[in-house]
Every structure is written in C-alpha cells, then in structure tokens.
C-alpha cells in the first residue's frame, strides 16, 4: 500500500513545485542598473506594451462629448465611467451618492445681434460653456449694448446709465454682474474673458483670438432677491468685433435664455482592485467633472486611470503580476467637493492609505500647447518614499525617451497615432491645485502628474485634437510604475525601495544644501546672522525630510535594522553639511551668533498647534470669513503678509500654483510636535521665503479661535 502511494504522492509534490515556479513573483527587485527603477526590467516591459495611449485617446474623445459641469452630464460621464471601468475588471464598482444641493441646468440659450444686422453670436446648443452655470432665464429683444471695458473699476461704470441694458466686458464676468447688474440694474453679461489670474504668467486674453473662456455665475454676488442674470461668454475675436461694431453707432441685442434650479447630487465612481494584504489602500484619483469639451482638463486624467485598471487586471489575469498586496482604491468623482465629500464619509476607515497618486490634465501635446510634462513632490512636511519613486521614474522615462527614434525600443514609450515629441519629465516642488492636496492635508502622501501649462487651459481650446496619444501613454506608464511599487511593495522588495530612498535621498539634501550656500552667500554681511539662522534650518529640514522618507518604507514590511542604519547614517551627513554652512558664514567675517529673540519669537516657540479631528480640510479663508470685527484687523494682517509673500515668491519666478492658498498650506506643517516657530523655519525650507513671525502668531492664533486648532500646550 504504501510503495502504491508513493508514485502519487511524487506527483503532487511536482505539481505543486511546478505551480510555485509558474506563480508570478513580486513585481519589485534591487534597483535596475538598466533603468534605475526598483521593477525588475521584465515588469517594466509588460507596463509599457500592454498599456495604449490610443486606448486612452479614444476615451478622452467620448468623455469630452458631456458637459461634466452639470448634473445630467456629470450624471451621464460617471455613468459611462462605471460600465466602462467594471469592463476593465475593477471590481466593487459603485457610485457613491454626495450631499443633495441646488443644481444648474439649461435647456436653451441663444444671444442674437438684432440690428444693423441681425445674426447669431452664440447658443447654448453650439458650445455649452457659452452660457455659464448658474446664469439666469431671460427673453428680451432689441436691448441696448454697453461697453464697460475690463469692467473690474469703478470707473469703468461712471457716468452709464446701465438699468435694462446688456454690458459687454474684457474682464472676469464676476465683476460685472456685480457692479452693472447688482449696483446699476443691468440685465445681463457678455464677457471675452479667458484667462484666470493662475495662468496668466502662460497666456493673455487675445493670445488665442478664437478661444472661449469658462465661468460660473452666483448669486453671492448680487443684492438679496435680486434674479440672476445671464452671461454669455464670447471669444476675444467676438468681442472686438461687437466692441468695434459700437463704434460705428448703437447694437442692439436679443437675447433668450430659459434655464432652472433643482435639488440633485453629483456622485464619485469608485471601485478596487483587491490586495492580499487586509486593511491597507492606495488610493487613485482622477477628476471627472469639467465642462464640455474639457479633453486634457479632465478627460485625460479619467481616461488615463480606466486604462491604468485595465493594464493591471490585464497583467494579473494573464500571471504577468501577482495580485497587489495593497488594494488599489480608483475614484473618478468632481474636483476638491467630491474628495472632501469622500473623506467626510471615509476619513476614519480602518484602513492605511499609503499613498495617493492623483492625474489631472495628462495629455496635452507637449508642442501644440506649449506644456512640459512634470510630476510633483510631496510637501517636505509629509515625506513619503513616494518621491523617490517619482524621482526614479522620470529619470527611466527621460533616458530612454529624451529623442524622438530611441535606440531602445522595449523601452519606448509612444503610441500608433501620436507624436515622436521627445519627452523631458520634470520633477517639482510641491504645489497645491488638485485633489492631492487633500490628501496631504489628511496626511496621506499625495502626488499628481500633470502637463502645465496649456495653452487650452479653461477655454473651448481644450480639445481632444490638441491631446496627444503619446503623451497620454506616457503619463500612463508613470502612473503605472509608481503605483506599483507603493501597491506591491513588501518584505525584500520595501528594502529595496528603501535603498532607493538612501540613493535618490543623496540627490535631495545635496541640492537642499546648495540652496543653503546659495542663500547665505548673497546676504549682507549685516544680515548674517538671521540668514545662517535660516539655511541651517534648510539643512535640517531637508535631512528630516529624508529620514522620514526612509521610516515611510518601515510599515510596507521593510527590516527595521537596515532602515535605521539608512536613517542613522544621515545624521553623519547632516553634520558635515552644517559643517561646510558654519564655514562659509565665518569667510565672511561675520558673527554668526543668533540675536536674543524677541518677544513673539519666544511666544511663537511656546506655540504648538495641532488641528482638530474632523477639521483637516478647514481653511483659512472660511475662518477670516467668519471672524468678529475684532479680529479682523488680525486678519488684514495676515492676508497683507501672505500677498507680499506671494508676490515675493512670483518675482523669484516660482509657478503660481506653487504658493496656490499659501496660508493653508502652511497650516498643513501642525502637527502637535512643531512650534510655530519651527513651523517658520520648515515654511522657509520649503519655500526659501521668510515669513514675519509676528504674522505666523496672527494665523494660527485665528484658526485656534476659530475651532480649528488647538494648541498641544
């Protein structure tokens, strides 16, 4: 019996050996002296073939179909994006309800030139984004037609007689229909309007003479009970030929326009794909509201993510990868309200968000629009072994596809019927602007891909023709390479994400400390001692930054005694660095001894805030908003020394979404372990801009009363 059994029990032995070889192993391995990434080379071969920018491109086509920016489109978008993504093999697809609110739609809206000549100038059926959410229903013929210039003075108005005419403005419609129709009876706005004050460093209203900006009307702006007016908004090319038909004599328009209110919801798409690992997530988001076409701003992102799911569910059901060990959690949903609504109902899951990898406008062609491609950090006060991750993806992608015909092809990253642009990835400090900020905010790591500038950007430019395939397989493959070392990372493979935390690290801290120099180097000598002050402070932000970067790697099961050796062997370094910066402040002869602080100072040392539980998204807007007349000559205060910090910081040539809320974000550095003054010094690292500490005291003091911190003690 038992020499029977013997042959049979060889064979399942076999068979089980032969499932274990054929079982696919972790997508991770040492750092690749091929691409430099911590995926075996193999893996990053599969990412690359199975994933399709043309896949991408024919769903940023669909997408850019439904005006996103109302409820039925949006409605219709999100419904398209649940089918599509439970086809893609994302599993536990639903759509998650958001609060009821008063909701917009139109169902007719045409602006007529009656006289001399009648003809069309736009309609709502032609381009949806022409009549601007929430504007008004209105009949009325041959209204005169007023021109108020940019509209955004007083004096533009002075000596109008505005009561049951149409004004015509250069400017942000906003301020018309507060100042002509809120103040001066006005009926209605044409606005040629384009660029928002973000954009303006990239583009001029009149740039693109055939462009159409985008706006929204609200009733915050008029008098109680007073009706909302209409708006239409035209292109600069419309504008000037309206604006120089009045200089020949009086337009008249007509004008007809029936829209309606309602209660309804938006909702968020969400599903995942299944880890092994209980508990744990990492979280995929990408905007899917906009108006129509809205392709790179957000179709991109939107399509981008449903092919992300369909490269992984691809891969695993074909043994190429093995099952995630963190689930992936993707959420298509509308840009910062949907992401606050998810955490409101989500914040406190048991679960470990490792990571937040988020894609807003991904596709624009990198020639057509004038954009770069880039990928951001998190803010140093949340360090993540994200970055380097980033890091190392965007020098593979730069290496193998800086040319249009690259010698290695495997490793190519184009499309059938897109571009040969060459690609030159950057990497960028931490700006705000999107749904990762959020996500910071909460303290989950968050980065987003983007392609800034766009020449398109908020306008009727923003087309799928100006959306290159190419560039959507791209940003693609950068969000598959990083996701999956946060998703699939474990054991041997943590370590060696960690080592190349150590390696990328080096690269971080060396450039902190030429920062440091830098700084130091161009002050006079009477200064020297506050400004040695501060690059020290540069210095050890940028090494703690690095260290906690390394610990990031502990909870992804990487051995505790070689991070910390990492982590230890950091302080050496450190100390040298300081080093170097004490002996270049005494070149210049100089006393480098700190004066005795001053009185704010020393409350500022006292002060350690932490926010509230439950009020992580709070801003600071909302407080001064609401605070007493008491407390607002605080207030001014505080928003005088954050626009001298901005314009500051846009004279250096920093990126106007770098300081985009800039006092929020450096609400984000409590935590209840950091001063205010602490918080004042990693601020300057962060930003090399150094803010008045009597202001930092003003705005965290404010958000304290204002129920929003608490102080630790």
Request: aromatic share 8%; proline share 7%; with cysteine.
């Amino acid at each position: 019996m038992r020499t029977r059994l013997r042959p049979f029990a060889s064979l399942v032995v076999l068979a089980a050996l032969s499932a274990a070889a054929q079982s696919p192993t972790s997508p991770l391995g040492p750092v690749s002296p091929t691409t430099g990434l911590v995926l075996r080379d193999e893996v990053v071969r599969a990412l690359i073939q199975e994933s399709s920018g043309d896949r991408i491109h024919d769903n940023v086509q669909r997408i850019s179909l439904l005006a996103r920016d109302t409820q039925g489109g949006y409605a219709e978008a999100a419904g398209w994006m649940k089918a599509a993504a439970e086809a893609a093999g994302l599993q536990e697809v639903r759509l998650e309800a958001m609060k009821d609110g008063p909701q917009w739609r139109a169902s007719h809206g045409e602006l007529w030139v009656a006289s001399p000549h009648r003809h069309k100038v736009t309609s709502y059926a032609d381009l949806p984004m022409s009549l601007p959410a929430g504007s008004g229903s209105f009949e009325g013929t041959g209204l005169e037609l007023v021109d108020v210039g940019t509209g955004m003075q007083d004096a533009d108005y002075v000596g109008r007689e505005l009561k049951g005419k149409v004004v015509i403005t250069r400017g942000p419609p906003g301020f018309a229909v507060r100042k002509a129709v809120g103040e001066r009876g006005a009926v209605g706005v044409i606005s040629s309007y384009t660029t928002p004050p973000w954009n303006a460093p990239h583009r001029m209203d009149g740039d693109f003479p055939d462009q159409v900006g985008w706006a929204r009307v609200s009733s915050a702006l008029l008098p109680p009970g007073t009706p909302l007016p209409f708006v239409f908004m035209v292109s600069d090319r419309q504008g000037r030929e309206l604006r120089a038909q009045l200089q020949t004599g009086p337009v008249k328009v007509d004008v007809s326009v029936a829209t309606e209110t309602f209660e309804g919801h938006y909702s968020i798409v969400s599903g995942v794909i299944p880890g092994t690992r209980a508990g744990e997530e990492v979280v995929l988001t990408a905007h899917l509201d906009h108006y129509k076409p809205g392709a790179d701003d957000n179709a991109s992102g939107a399509a981008t993510l449903l092919e992300m799911v369909r490269t992984y569910t691809t891969l695993i059901r074909r043994g190429v990868l093995p099952p995630p060990v963190r689930t992936v959690r993707v959420l298509w949903l509308p840009e910062f309200d949907g992401t606050r609504d998810w955490f409101s109902h989500h914040a406190d899951d048991p679960v470990r968000r490792v990571a937040n990898f988020n894609f807003d406008m991904l596709g624009a062609s990198l020639t057509r629009t004038h954009s770069r491609f880039m990928a951001t950090y998190t803010p140093d006060w949340n360090a993540s072994f994200v970055n380097a991750v980033s890091e190392s993806t965007v020098d593979f992608m730069n290496r193998f596809n800086g040319v249009a015909y690259p010698p290695r092809k495997d490793f190519r990253i184009g499309s059938v019927t897109g571009s040969q642009d060459p690609l030159d990835v950057h990497m960028e400090r931490y700006s705000r602007g999107s749904d990762h900020q959020l996500f910071n905010d909460h303290g989950i790591p968050g980065v987003a891909f983007s392609t800034w500038p766009d020449d398109g950007y908020h306008t009727s430019g923003d087309r799928p023709e100006n959306v290159d395939p190419t560039q959507l397989h791209r940003a693609a493959f950068a969000g598959l390479a990083s996701v999956t070392v946060a998703a699939w990372a474990e054991g041997t493979g943590a370590l060696e994400l960690a080592r190349l935390v150590s390696v990328h690290g080096v690269r971080r801290v060396a450039e902190d400390e030429f920062s440091a120099r830098r700084d130091l180097a161009s002050v006079p000598a009477a200064e020297l001692p506050g400004a040695y002050r501060l690059a020290r402070a540069v210095v050890r932000a940028g090494y703690q930054r690095e260290r906690e970067a390394l610990r990031s790697c502990l909870p992804l099961g990487a051995p505790a005694a070689p991070v910390q050796a990492m982590a230890k062997a950091l302080e050496a370094t450190e100390a040298q660095a300081l080093k170097r910066l004490e002996a270049d402040g005494k070149a210049r002869g100089a006393s480098l001894r700190e004066p005795t602080p001053t009185e704010a100072e020393r409350r500022a040392r006292a002060f350690i805030p932490r926010r509230v539980k439950g009020q992580e998204l709070a801003s600071f807007d909302e407080v001064a908003g609401k605070a007493s007349p008491e407390a607002q000559p605080r207030v001014a205060a505080v928003q005088a020394v954050m626009t001298a910090a901005t314009t500051a910081l846009r004279e250096r040539g920093e990126d106007e979404l770098r300081f985009y809320q800039l006092p929020d974000a450096i609400l984000s550095y409590a935590d209840g372990r950091r001063s205010v003054e602490d918080i004042r010094e990693a601020a300057y690292a962060e930003y090399g801009h150094a803010f008045p500490v009597e202001a930092l005291l003003d705005l965290f003091g404010l958000m304290e009363q204002g129920g929003i911190m608490t102080r630790a003690r």
